[in-house]
């Protein structure tokens, strides 16, 4: 324990040796999106709008109150629409309104570890335990009582890393969201705050209480949807002396021109969020509380940073995150991330695909990247590809190879036919013409 502490005392010294404001400037300098026609970059403006009449008929067919659309290539934006309404008032929606992105959140989260990581701050396999001692010696789950939600634990074999919090490979469970309804009462009686929240509460106070609970499995031993990023964001909090949204703010989005993009919105941005919606007797409402507001971005205590899933953004922001990565960590003469890094992030870290994947898709240090099996079922992209999505319907993906971004913004939950994120997909591959 001691030597734990005199290495942690060691690299907090050494990160304040650091200057952490602002990032290195490069010598590659890839200007900042801009947006032309498709045809300057071997893309049909006639294809492109197959998109419109999907949109169309998504929204006359009330599969859909409304989305954002983007498609960028080499750089250059070659469609960026808005349809549909922003809110159950009807409200026309326009391209620079802000949606909560959820777990687009984690590639954010991630790119800052590695930033980090690059800093000679600490090593992908070291024990998280060496930065956050409450996660030393983690337990598993051995018995569990369902009528007094009482159990007991036994000593997993191994310590959680850094790698495995990136990797969804911890055997930390994702609370509310789990799929074992035993895990979701456990974090449930906790007091574990899984996704967000209006209340007061940091995310060190949430991250402390969950290092005390059982895991669903031995530290790298499978793959399980985590809050592993939450517990990267107090982690970030601890390796660079910052909160973690000023973190953000200064060392990612300022660099990088992503003004939208943050935790909580000030208060003039807050007529610019979109509206969760539901459908409810064929009517879309704006979606009831439930375990959370989904008003969260602009009240409450906004004390609470979620690594995993707390970020809201834009449509253009997303993109503009998205290029610095085609650009191997560049953007308008900053550089975020070396190539080398991004090309170690974009490399398969686990034995086996990731489950909701099948062979499609396999697990990056931020992203879920295509397989060449992928590559070979058609419709999502080449192989190296790069994609996730979020709670509230949004999606993206960026393909290296035809260095191409595509990004779909909408805000539903429950039940509905939206078959918009295939299709969206699909007819940006199919709009190809060079």
């Not at 502490?5 to 650091?18: A, E, G, K, T």
């Amino acid at each position: 324990m001691k030597i734990i502490r005199y290495s942690l005392l060691f690299i907090l010294c050494l990160s304040n040796s650091f200057v952490v404001f602002g990032q290195t400037k490069s010598i590659k300098n890839s200007p900042a999106l801009a947006e032309a026609n498709p045809e300057s970059v071997g893309m049909s403006s006639e294809r492109l709008s197959r998109i419109d009449a999907m949109a169309k008929e998504l929204m006359d067919k009330g599969d859909l109150p409304g989305m954002v659309a983007l498609i960028a290539r080499n750089g250059i934006i070659v469609y960026l629409k808005s349809f549909g309404v922003a809110n159950a008032e009807g409200e026309p929606l326009h391209k620079d309104h802000i949606f909560r992105i959820a777990s687009q959140s984690k590639a954010i989260t991630s790119t800052a570890v590695m930033m980090l990581w690059e800093e000679g701050r600490f090593g992908l396999d070291d024990p998280v335990s060496q930065y956050i001692p409450e996660f030393a010696n983690p337990q598993l789950l051995d018995t569990y009582h369902e009528q007094s939600s009482d159990y007991t634990t036994k000593d997993a074999i191994g310590e959680i890393t850094i790698r495995h919090l990136l990797t969804h490979s911890s055997g930390i469970g994702y609370g509310v969201i789990d799929e074992d309804p035993r895990f979701k009462k456990i974090y449930e009686d906790a007091g574990v705050t899984d996704l967000y929240t209006t209340e007061k509460i940091t995310i060190e106070q949430s991250v402390k209480k969950l290092a005390k609970l059982p895991l669903h499995h031995n530290p790298g031993e499978s793959w399980t949807y985590s809050e592993g990023l939450d517990v990267l964001g107090y982690f970030i909090e601890i390796v660079s002396g910052m909160k973690f949204d000023n973190f953000l703010r200064t060392r990612l989005f300022d660099p990088l021109g992503m003004n939208d993009t943050g935790f909580y919105l000030p208060d003039n941005k807050t007529d610019r969020l979109v509206d969760v919606m539901h459908k409810e007797d064929g009517i879309w409402k704006k979606y009831p509380e439930t375990f959370y507001d989904t008003d969260y971005p602009k009240k409450g205590a906004k004390t609470f940073f979620s690594g995993g899933a707390g970020l809201s953004s834009t449509a253009m922001d997303y993109a503009t995150f998205l290029q610095m990565y085609l650009n191997g960590g560049e953007l308008n003469g900053v550089r975020i991330l070396s190539r080398t890094t991004v090309d170690v992030m974009m490399t398969h870290q686990l034995s086996d695909p990731i489950p909701f994947g099948a062979e499609i898709s396999m697990q990056g240090l931020a992203f879920g990247v295509v397989t060449s099996k992928g590559q070979a079922m058609g419709g999502v992209g080449s192989e190296g590809t790069f994609e996730w999505g979020g709670y509230f319907n949004t999606q993206y993906w960026a393909d290296p190879r035809e260095k191409m971004i595509g990004i779909l913004m909408k805000q539903t939950r429950g039940t509905v036919s939206d078959p918009s994120g295939w299709m969206f997909r699909q007819f940006a591959g199919a709009a190809i013409d060079d």
